[in-house]
Each structure stands twice: as structure tokens, then as C-alpha cells.
């Protein structure tokens, strides 16, 4: 096929949350853009094999284990609960599908122009693509943006293999409800996994390096008191796992670890690797085009997200911070802002961190760990979902609220939760901090009657040892 050349002033790489989220940006400013997407469609790993499917299944499940263990309770009663595995996983992709077909929608309203297929610098403003129909494309534009986000890590000795030995790719997608399943990891995307298929029936063990599950981002008080509810509901948590070996073989694999000083073997059905994931770099051709990279293997940004090439930038999961989609997106929209001469910006310090299991992990800024560890006079607020009305209607009562603030100014520095619905809780602190509020702005807040969002109130009020329903 013969060879196609045109002229943009933008060309994004990289067609997920931070990607097309840049690209449209741009478009709105009035930019001739041009975006590249190796997959099908875009939406990244996020919208095709991360975020979005995985949380279409954990709303699924959560019903589903809700029906099982809890709807006697509340005089719902059932008789042989079952579960479609195919028309979960249908409904999933289904939910997938609409989602890629209304960015292919932006895409057009904005006359962005899409090319499928596989992207590498080829000089200061050339990216050469080639295409997923076989052809192949030049692009030249004034400036690039570099959005390719992340792939999962694998294990060095036991390589995933798709089948037994697994990524959260595969595991987003299994067919049937695995007998017994070893979840190496208690991250995010261990323990959102881990949780699908535990509420499905399969025996989880979830093994973890550090001294506690939910690790990154959360207090130990908080990691502790998720381990105690998912161990409720039927997970096998295992801390300060070493993981040693993996071994497939024709009818399971068997895990081999350390653990206290101890050998420990487990068999199971398969092994879902979930151990992070790592800047989406190879074959992109960066190092080859000057653009230097981290110890760590990201790409090396200054406060413009410019990389050593100026006119290249970069964002997301390719850069440092946290690899979160709600992150990149942020970022996206202030490269193509600045791009404007506009004053983009990302106020990295109140970038909400969530795992979405039942009930759900959130935080956002320090946690009174790293505040102590910094040596800050800081004053917590605690209130507990027990003592909450709403809480205790939707029998959701396992949970809490921390607020953590300054002891001189007041000032909120994070505010860490376990809670039904975090994800959407956590917004209010996230707000109350972009503007620099106090424990007694959030205090003095009316918040509606009964509502969980209560207990943010309860625990800003519990800073100064004032919650009114403690």
C-alpha cells in the first residue's frame, strides 16, 4: 500500500483516557489534530481491558453476592442463585463497546483524525506509523504528545502465559468461575479481581509482598480494617508472601512462597499476576529519538510536561506519579492548554487514589502515616460507618472516615476512607482541598440527612473532638 504523508499541528500517540482526552482539547482550541491508537478502538487499557470492564464486573458480582449472602436479610429471598458467565462477560463488553463507540463519536465532532495502528518517533516532528491494515503512515506535526500509558509487569521466572499463569488482560475476560484461583498481589487490581471472582464462588488466595494489602496510598489502619472485610467475605490473605516460583502444569499451577521464614505451597486452577505495571515505552522509539528516560524506565518531563525534545511532550502513565486514568486525563487537558498559552496545570497533590472493592478504598493527599513520617503537627478526625444512618439502613456499616488536618491552621492535608460508594465520597474532600479548606469548613458544610456523606462531616467535626454522633 502506498505510503501516506500529511501535516498536523498536534499528533498525539496513545488513544486512552490521557490521550483522547488531549486530542480533543486541542481540537476545541482550534488545533488540526491527529491521534494513534495501536488497538481497535481507543480507550487504552482503561476503557478496553482496565477500569471499565473490571468495574462492570465488580458491579455485577457485588449483586450477585448480595443475593447470595445478604438479601434474606433484608426479606428478599431466592431459590438455586446462579450465575451466566457468558452473558456477565456479554454484558461487559457490551458496555465496552458503547463506551468506544462514543469516543470514535468525539472524535469525528471534533474532526480529529484517527489512524489504528502502531506509532514511533522518527525525528523532532515526524511519527511514523504503521498501520493496522497493513500500510503505513507519516505524520508531521509542530508538536507531539506522547500518551502510551502502561502494560502490566510480569514475573521474571514465570512468564504469563494467558491461560494459567495471567494478567488482569485475561482475568477481565475468563470464561468460566476458576475452582480455586491465587491472586499474586494486594494492590488495586489484585484486590478488585480478587474480589469478582471470590463473590462468583472461586476459593481466592491473594498473596502480597508487603506487610499489608492496599499498601500505596492508604494508612495501616485503613489497609488493616480492608483486610479484616474482604477475609469476612471469603478471601485468603496472605502477607509478607514472597512469591519464589510458579510451575504450570497440565491441570493446575503451584505457587511456592515464603512466608515468616516458612516454605508455603498452593494449588490452584490458575495464577492472576497483578504486581503493577510499567510505563508503555518498547518499540516506541524515544531513546532512539533523544528523549530521555528515568531510572524507572518513564519518560523525563519538566513542569510543562516537555521532555528533553521540546516540542515532545508527555503524560500519563509514561510519566512520573500515580497511574491513574483520572491523572493522565488532567494532564492531557493542561498540555494542550499550555499549547494554547494557556496556564495548564494539574494540582498533583489532590489526585484521588481508589480501589473499588465492597466497601470501597479511597484517599486523597497525606495520610496521617506519612504526615508523622514528615514530622508535621497534624490533628485526625475518625468517625465510624456504625454510627451512621444511612450506613446502617443500606446495612453498609463496614467503614470509616479519616480526616487529617494541620494542628495550626486547620488546613485538610488528605482524608482517607473505607465506605460504600468512596469513590463518590471522596470527591467532597478532593474539592474542599483543591481550595484549600479547613476541618471546620467541612464541619460547617450541611450535608443531607440521611446520606453516607455524613460521616465526612462526622469525622472533620471528630478533629477537634466535637463529632456530634460518635
Not at 502494560?151 to 521466572?157: D, G, I, M, S, T
Not at 493446575?252 to 499476576?273: H, R, S
Not at 494542628?407 to 473505607?418: H, K, N, P, S
Request: charged fraction near 25%.
Amino acid at each position: 500500500m502506498a505510503k501516506d504523508t500529511k501535516s498536523f499541528e498536534i499528533v498525539v500517540v496513545g488513544g486512552g483516557p490521557g490521550g483522547y482526552v488531549a486530542a480533543i482539547r486541542a481540537a476545541q482550541l482550534g488545533f488540526k489534530v491527529a491521534i494513534v491508537e495501536g488497538r481497535s478502538q481507543l480507550g487504552g487499557t482503561c476503557m478496553n481491558v482496565g477500569c471499565i470492564p473490571s468495574k462492570a464486573l465488580l458491579y455485577t458480582t457485588e449483586h450477585f453476592h448480595f443475593l447470595e449472602h445478604d438479601a434474606a436479610a433484608h426479606g428478599i429471598l431466592f431459590k438455586d442463585l446462579k450465575i451466566d458467565v457468558a452473558k456477565m462477560m456479554a454484558r461487559k463488553d457490551a458496555v465496552v463497546a458503547q463506551l468506544g463507540k462514543g469516543i470514535a463519536g468525539l472524535m469525528k465532532k471534533n474532526k480529529i483524525e484517527v489512524f489504528f495502528g502502531w506509532g514511533k518517533l522518527a525525528g523532532d516532528h515526524t511519527v511514523e506509523v504503521a498501520l493496522s491494515d497493513g500500510g503505513s503512515a507519516t505524520l508531521e506535526a509542530e508538536n507531539i504528545i506522547l500518551a502510551t500509558g502502561s502494560v502490566p509487569v510480569e514475573l521474571p521466572f514465570a512468564p504469563c502465559d494467558g491461560e494459567k499463569i495471567i494478567t488482569s488482560d485475561q482475568g477481565i475476560a475468563l470464561p468460566e468461575v476458576p475452582a480455586k484461583m491465587v491472586v499474586i498481589g494486594g494492590g488495586a487490581i489484585g484486590l478488585e479481581l480478587a474480589s469478582v471472582w471470590n463473590r462468583l464462588g472461586s476459593e481466592v488466595t491473594v498473596l502480597e509482598f508487603l506487610p499489608r494489602v492496599a499498601a500505596v496510598g492508604f494508612d495501616a489502619d485503613i489497609s488493616r480494617a480492608a483486610q479484616r472485610s474482604f477475609e469476612k467475605q471469603g478471601l485468603t490473605i496472605k502477607t509478607g508472601a514472597k512469591v519464589e516460583a510458579i510451575k504450570a502444569g497440565k491441570k493446575g499451577v503451584t505457587v511456592q512462597a515464603e512466608e515468616d521464614g516458612k516454605k508455603a505451597t498452593y494449588d490452584a486452577d490458575l495464577v492472576l499476576v497483578a504486581v503493577g505495571r510499567k510505563p508503555n515505552v518498547h518499540g516506541l522509539g524515544a531513546e532512539e529519538a533523544g528523549i530521555k528516560l528515568t531510572e524507572k524506565g518513564r519518560i523525563e518531563v519538566n513542569e510543562r510536561w516537555q521532555t528533553s525534545k521540546l516540542n515532545v511532550y508527555a503524560i500519563g502513565d509514561v510519566v512520573a506519579g500515580p497511574m491513574l486514568a483520572h491523572k493522565a486525563e488532567e494532564e492531557g487537558v493542561a498540555v494542550a492548554e499550555i499549547l494554547a498559552g494557556l496556564p495548564g496545570h494539574v494540582n498533583e497533590g489532590v489526585i484521588p487514589n481508589v480501589i473499588y472493592t465492597a466497601p470501597e478504598i479511597a484517599s486523597v493527599g497525606l495520610g496521617e502515616d506519612a504526615a508523622k513520617e514528615r514530622k508535621l503537627k497534624i490533628k485526625v478526625g475518625k468517625f465510624s460507618l456504625m454510627a451512621n444512618g444511612r450506613a446502617l439502613a443500606m446495612g453498609a456499616t463496614d467503614g470509616q472516615v479519616k480526616v487529617i488536618a494541620d494542628a495550626e491552621t486547620d488546613r485538610v492535608l488528605g482524608v482517607q476512607m473505607i465506605a460504600a460508594t468512596a469513590s463518590d465520597l471522596i470527591a467532597e474532600a478532593v474539592l474542599l482541598m483543591e481550595f484549600g479548606g479547613s476541618a471546620e469548613d467541612l464541619a460547617r458544610t450541611v450535608h443531607a440527612h440521611p446520606t453516607l456523606s455524613e460521616a465526612n462531616k462526622e469525622a472533620a467535626l471528630a478533629v477537634d473532638k466535637r463529632a456530634l454522633h460518635a
